[in-house]
C-alpha cells in the first residue's frame, strides 16, 4: 500500500465523528502548522513502508514517540496540501480506480476510465483517463453553478462573435449622437441625422456659399470650377456684347459674298474689294453703266451715253433731249380742217423756242401757226384745206 493511504485511517476517522453528531455542521477549524512541523530531527522519525504496512504491533510496548510525530505530521500535511489544492496531483505510482481525479502538471482534472490505473499520463492515455464531466445546469440558469462547455454552447448558439460578427435579421443598437466621430456602431438613424446637412453627389442642390478647392488655371476637366478659377481664366477675355479687343485679334475668314452678321476679317474684305473700284480716280473695266441723269443736269454726277447722246425715234414724227436739256421735236400733219389744232407728241416742260414748217408734194402752200402752247400749236393755210402733208419742227426745252 502506498504511503498516500495513511489519509485513509483519518478521513474513516472524520467519518466516525460526522456520524456521532448526524445533521451537525461544523465550522472550518482554523488553519494550523501541521504537526511536528518544526520537530527536531530527533523527535521525528519514519518508521519505514514495513511498519506502516504492518502497523502497531502486539507488543505491549506502545510504539516510538519519533512514530507518532512522524504519522500525524504525514496525515496533518496531507490535509493541509488537499485544502490548498482540491485535487491531488497525479502520481506515477499511484494505482487511481474508476473514477479517481487527478490534477496534471498544467492543473487540468481529468477522471479515471478504468481501474487499476497506474503509470498512465492523464494528457497522453486518452483511454485511461478523460476530462473531469461535470452536470450541464438547464439552459437559461443564471447562478453559481459549474457550467459545462455543453452549458455554454447552448447559451451562445444565436450570438455573435466580437471579432468580425455577421448579423441576420433587423440588428439593432444605440444610437449615437451625430457629431459622434469612434468605432461606436452607426445605427441607420445615426446616417440619416448626419446626411440630412450633406447634398447628395448626382445633382446636388447646394445652398449657402459652398466652397470648393480652386483648379489650376488651364485645368480643362470635370473638376468643379470655383469663382476665383473662371475669374482667372476670364480675366484675358472679351465680353460677348460689345467686345473691345485689343493687340491682333483674329478670326475665322467668311466666303467672299457672306452677307450675314459674321465678323469680317481683314482677308474678307480684301477679297471683297478685289472686284470693286475705288472711290478716287477708279480705273473701270469693262462696260460700266451709271444711272443717266436728268436732262440739263449740270453737276458732277457721271454723265452716261444716254445722257450725252439722247436715243431718238428715227421715224416720221419723234423727238430728241440733248444735254443741254434742249429738246427737238418733230412730226407730220395734214390740214383737214382750216385752221387745225395739232398737239406735240412730247409736250414741252417749260415752252417752245423755234416751230417751223414746210410742204411736201411739189404744191406751194402758204401758211403760218395760230397760236403756240408747250403742247401744241394751230395752223392756218391760205390755201384752205387739204391732202397735202405739212411737216414741223419744234425746238423747246
Known amino acids: 500500500m502506498k504511503r498516500a493511504a495513511f489519509l ?17 455542521l461544523y465550522a472550518e477549524p482554523a488553519v494550523r502548522n501541521a504537526w511536528a512541523d518544526t520537530a527536531s530531527s530527533g523527535d521525528i522519525t519514519d518508521p519505514g513502508d514495513a511498519f506502516v504496512s504492518a502497523g502497531w504491533p502486539s507488543s505491549t510496548t506502545p510504539p516510538a514517540r519519533q512514530y507518532f510525530n512522524w504519522i500525524l505530521n504525514f496525515n496533518s500535511n496531507g490535509i493541509r496540501y488537499l485544502e490548498q489544492n482540491g485535487v491531488s496531483t497525479w502520481q506515477s505510482t499511484e494505482d487511481y480506480p474508476l473514477y479517481g481525479i487527478a490534477r496534471d502538471s498544467s492543473g487540468v482534472v481529468y477522471e479515471s476510465l478504468q481501474t487499476s490505473n497506474t503509470g498512465n499520463t492523464p494528457s497522453t492515455s486518452s483511454s485511461w483517463w478523460g476530462p473531469l464531466l461535470g452536470e450541464t445546469p438547464t439552459a437559461g440558469d443564471n447562478s453559481q453553478k459549474l457550467a459545462t462547455t455543453a452549458f455554454v454552447h447552448t447559451a451562445v448558439t444565436g450570438l455573435a462573435p466580437l471579432a468580425s460578427p455577421t448579423f441576420t435579421g433587423t440588428p439593432a443598437a444605440p444610437t449615437p449622437a451625430t457629431a459622434d466621430s469612434t468605432t461606436k456602431i452607426a445605427t441607420t438613424a445615426y446616417v440619416q441625422n448626419n446626411l440630412a446637412s450633406y ?132 412730226g407730220t400733219f395734214t390740214p383737214t380742217t382750216n385752221p387745225i389744232s395739232v398737239s406735240f407728241q412730247y409736250a414741252f416742260p417749260n ?41 414741223y419742227m419744234a425746238i423747246g426745252h
Open 8 to 24: 485513509l485511517p483519518l478521513i474513516a476517522l472524520v467519518a466516525v465523528f460526522a456520524q456521532a453528531r448526524a445533521g451537525t
Open 199 to 330: 447634398a447628395p453627389l448626382a445633382s446636388p442642390a447646394l445652398t449657402g456659399t459652398p466652397t470648393s478647392p480652386t483648379a489650376t488655371a488651364g485645368t480643362n476637366t470635370t473638376q468643379v470650377a470655383t469663382t476665383a478659377f473662371v475669374a482667372s481664366a476670364v480675366s484675358g477675355l472679351a465680353p460677348l456684347a460689345s467686345p473691345t479687343f485689343t493687340g491682333t485679334p483674329a478670326a475665322p475668314t467668311a466666303t467672299t459674298g457672306t452677307n450675314t452678321t459674321q465678323v469680317s476679317t481683314t482677308a474678307f474684305v480684301h477679297n471683297s474689294l478685289a472686284s470693286y473700284a475705288l472711290l478716287a480716280s477708279p480705273a473701270l473695266t469693262g462696260t460700266p453703266t451709271s444711272p443717266t441723269a436728268a436732262s440739263n443736269t449740270s453737276s458732277t454726277q457721271i454723265a452716261t451715253t444716254a445722257f450725252a447722246n439722247p436715243s431718238a425715234t428715227v421715224a416720221a414724227s419723234g423727238h430728241v433731249t440733248l444735254p443741254s436739256g434742249i429738246i427737238i421735236e418733230w
Open 351 to 391: 415752252g417752245v423756242f423755234s416751230l417751223t414748217w414746210a410742204g411736201y408734194g411739189g404744191a406751194t402752200n402758204v401758211g403760218y401757226f395760230n397760236s403756240i402752247t408747250k403742247t401744241g400749236f394751230s395752223w392756218y393755210g391760205g390755201q384752205g384745206s387739204g391732202s397735202t402733208s405739212i411737216y
